[in-house]
């Protein structure tokens, strides 16, 4: 019986090694930076062209923050360029900094309207709301900050444990 669970182990952890290098070779992590010759703007799968995610002039400052909290927290957008002597801090109003914000989410989530609605506090434009410095180019905001598939590997602890709450049980 012994022999059993120490021969069940060793499977479990050689499974689960097995399983991690088959997801390190099997799925490469590409991520698109500013170097990059491929520049994607906005949403340029229809046929009407390209469109950008901006804040609503009609919302309320406090929907606003509220949402723009959101996005640069849970949304994981990298909200430093709308920090202070960011490319697009200025003009420092809660609407420039949650357009930013917004866009930056709409174009690394999709680009559909459910990545552009925020409460209801965003919308969709033809115009490209980039200025001076500030540029609303996907490739200036961080492009995926989703944790990507080969960090979701087997966890063999949770194997283990069941496999020696297997043995207990059989065992008595």
Request: glycine share 6%; proline share 5%.
């Amino acid at each position: 019986m012994r022999n059993q669970f120490w021969i069940f182990l060793f499977s479990l952890v050689l499974l689960n090694f097995i399983s991690q290098v088959r997801c390190k070779a099997t799925r490469p992590v590409t991520m698109i930076r500013p170097e990059s010759p491929i520049r994607p703007e906005g949403n340029t799968t229809f046929l009407d062209g390209t469109t950008w995610c901006v804040a609503r002039p009609s919302a309320s400052q406090a929907e606003l923050q509220r949402a723009l909290d959101w996005a640069c927290g849970i949304g994981r957008v990298d909200c430093s360029v709308i920090e202070k002597h960011g490319d697009c801090y200025e003009p420092d109003t809660i609407w420039s900094h949650a357009s930013f914000a917004f866009n930056a989410y709409y174009q690394t989530n999709g680009n559909n309207r459910i990545a552009c609605y925020f409460g209801g506090t965003a919308t969709l434009t033809k115009i490209n709301p980039s200025y001076g410095t500030c540029s609303y180019d996907v490739s200036k905001s961080e492009v995926s900050s989703a944790r990507s598939l080969a960090e979701y590997k087997p966890r063999w602890m949770w194997l283990m444990c069941i496999g020696l709450l297997l043995f207990l049980y059989r065992r008595s």
